[in-house]
């Protein structure tokens, strides 16, 4: 069945650092999400993102999709405190439900 | 819109006891969801539904009952409790199915099975 792999599992960052996050599924998909889980908290929708090669920018959070659909990233510019949580990407083949990555773990040191 | 609450926050259970996690939207959304968190395996699906008087099995349904005879309420329900059980369990809905929809979660409940 269709998997989706993350890397890193954990990421500790000074603040102000870079991060990012790599997203890999085993198929091609059709669509992705991006989650953020504060924690102890939900997970709370961030972006999706569909076409092949795309990119899009939340504020300081770069979202890419890979040209062959199967692979995305998310980058944190400049860390913040506020940026700590786990991040997961979700792929989706269409017709099946979204799979879910395992998600990578940011702390971020003031 | 209190979008999507789930009850109780926090349970213990023993193992063989049987109980029933609540789940309700009122996003009038079709599809909703339960997910099962646990420490480096992000969210598994467990059962899910497209509407009201349609359930399906997710990828790790065994153990787990589900119904959906309204379009508000997905409870899930554990037949027989089990150590293995242990988990944060989250309800998630989405208008529908459809690619294009972002998934609203609930706040979890924090089961632990003796």
């Known amino acids: 069945g269709q998997q989706v792999m993350q890397i890193p599992q954990y990421q500790h960052v000074q603040e102000g650092e870079d991060f990012t996050t790599y997203c890999n599924s085993s198929?091609?998909?059709?669509?992705i999400q991006w989650y953020k889980q504060r924690p102890g908290g939900h997970p709370v929708f961030l972006i999706q993102?569909?076409?092949?090669?795309e990119v899009k920018k939340q504020k300081r959070l770069t979202f890419q999709f890979g040209e062959a659909k199967k692979n995305s990233s998310l980058h944190i510019t400049a860390t913040q405190t506020t940026d700590v949580g786990t991040y997961f990407c979700?792929?989706?083949?269409?017709?099946?439900?979204?799979?879910f990555g395992p998600g990578t773990r940011l702390s971020v040191l003031p | 819109n209190a979008g999507v609450t789930q009850t109780p926050k926090f349970q213990v259970l023993k193992t063989g006891q049987s109980m029933t996690l609540q789940c309700a939207q009122d996003?009038?959304?079709?599809?909703m969801s339960w997910y099962r968190q646990d420490p480096g395996m992000g969210l598994r699906l467990i059962h899910y539904?497209?509407?009201?008087?349609?359930?399906d099995q997710g990828e790790v349904p065994n153990g787990y009952n589900v119904s959906r005879s309204t379009t508000e309420d997905f409870p899930l329900r554990l037949l027989s409790a089990a150590p293995s059980q242990t988990s944060v369990y989250f309800c998630?809905?989405?208008?529908?199915?459809?690619?294009?929809?972002?998934?609203?979660f609930g706040p979890g409940t924090r089961l632990t099975v003796l």
């Open positions: 993102l569909v076409k092949s090669g």
């Open positions: 979700a792929g989706k083949v269409s017709g099946q439900n979204f799979v």
């Open positions: 198929t091609t998909l059709s669509n």
């Open positions: 998630a809905s989405s208008y529908r199915l459809a690619s294009y929809n972002e998934q609203f």
């Open positions: 539904s497209v509407g009201a008087g349609i359930t």
């Open positions: 996003m009038n959304h079709e599809y």
